[in-house]
């Protein structure tokens, strides 16, 4: 992967008709992570995020809000890029709905179709909920309702209609052509299977409301929410400037990440979309799972939901950064409990890796007067751990690749038990009395097998990280993954006085017994 190659990577856009909450910030929080991992890496990366603005729902809010729909809109979005900044979220472009060069783009989508003589005109009736942003059929109603269990209405209106049933062939081609384009595989399989049950054309306008984006020559139709929200991943590539530098640099996009309840969306109609445009499909799209929180589902109703901020507050950023790519496989559902949270902290943070660095840290100022030390010559033990450390890069690029964050994880905190338990056997505290040498060489190992964990580290907990890559005096141009192999630690650089990276949680009175 190493190299300067591009990779253009995507959250979904998120309706400003709710505020941030863990949800939203997990997506964000992977994609950051993925994206800092390809840069050490060298790759050339456009991170795009956003807010998709348009829609009944939005009109709805801005109403009850007392606001014009575009100053509501501002207002929320705003708090995404908040967000953002809080959980340190990098280099990105955050595209909103309502910004011209989206409308510019969304226009010119719908005249390719149109050209290709993919959308028509029709009537249509169908029950919609307005919550779900969703058309059913009858047969998809549960006892009358969405199954979402939101009410739905009946509507009718005259609509144009993308002609989603004649590419059912053409994408169970494709999907089969491209075997990676839908992960995990689980998702893939409810996708093909959709599309083998035969597919329904698509309304792709409504005249019920008017905040949205007009249909070309017939401006009574605005366009239906996600036929012109996908395209924001098109916007973000500078689409439709298709002669410019940025599109056809960065298109197609390399992956969308999304969450499971929009795979369909993604994986059907956005491929269908952009074929009938003449467009090139994204190469892969990735369904994670969803939090409950403490076992329960996030509801508006049950007030549950967690605000980034209430977890950054409590934990701190790095801490929750770790937590939500640990805790649960990515592509499976988890739970986030207060007790599981603590239990990261404490263990794997500031047990495992927080105390690994703190002793071998403060040993070099004992024993080695501050200094990076002379390694003589390695024995076999040492050798296991430097090659442990130095073959994890490429196990986290086949991880990333997937992405499974859960498992470059698995794979760094093995290093740190190796390097503990190294730690324990060679006894440096020992060695120093009988064999300073050798008491040396140990400690230059550990140095180097720590460098490695906190360069690795970094897309992961990029704060704490560099507070460790500072403690060992790494300078900021060498803390790429080229510098892995090409700089190692130079004998005899003055290392700072070590200061605790990872606090242990103490519980406040409320928190106790939870
Ligand atoms: N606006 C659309 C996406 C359009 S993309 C072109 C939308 N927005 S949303 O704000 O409702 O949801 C955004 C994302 O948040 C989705 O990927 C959804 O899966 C995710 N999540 C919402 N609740 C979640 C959890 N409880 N856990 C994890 N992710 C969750 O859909």
Known sequence: MAGDEKFYVTTPIYYVNDAPHLGHAYTNMACDALVR????????????????????????????????????????????????ALLGIDRHDFVRTTEQRHIRCATEMWNRIAEHGDIYLGKYGYYYSIRDEAPFDESELVNGKAPTGADVEWVEEENYFFRLSAWGDRLLAFYDANPDFIGPVARRNEVVSFVKGGLHDLSISRTSFSWGIPVPNDPKHIMYVWIEALGVYLTGAGYPDITGEKYRHYWPCNLHMVGKDIVRFHCVYWPAFLMAAGIPVPKRVFGHGWWTVEGQKMSKSLGNSITPQALVDKYGRDAVRYFVLR?????????????????????????????????????????????????????????????????????????????AYHRVLDHLWELVGDANRYVDEQAPWALNKTDPARGDTVLYVLLETIRHLAILLQPVMPTSAAKMLDQLAVPPDRRDFAALSAHPLVAGTVLPKPEGVFPRYVEESADAGR
């Open 327 to 403: 805790e649960m496989p990515f592509g499976s559902d988890g739970d986030f409990s207060h007790r599981a949270m603590v239990n990261r902290i404490n263990g794997d943070l500031a047990n495992d890796l927080g105390n690994l660095a703190q002793r071998v840290l403060s040993m070099i100022q004992r024993y080695c007067a501050g200094r990076v030390p002379v390694a003589g010559a390695l024995e076999p033990a040492d050798n296991a751990l430097l090659g442990t450390a130095g073959g994890l890069l490429e196990k986290l690029r086949t991880e990333y690749a997937v992405p």
């Open 37 to 84: 991992f390809r840069r050490l890496d060298g790759n050339d990366v456009l991170f795009t995020t956003g807010t998709d603005e348009h829609g009944q729902k939005v009109e709805n809010s801005a109403k009850a809000a007392g606001l014009d729909p575009q100053a509501f809109c501002d207002s929320v979005s705003q708090t995404f890029r908040n967000m953002n």
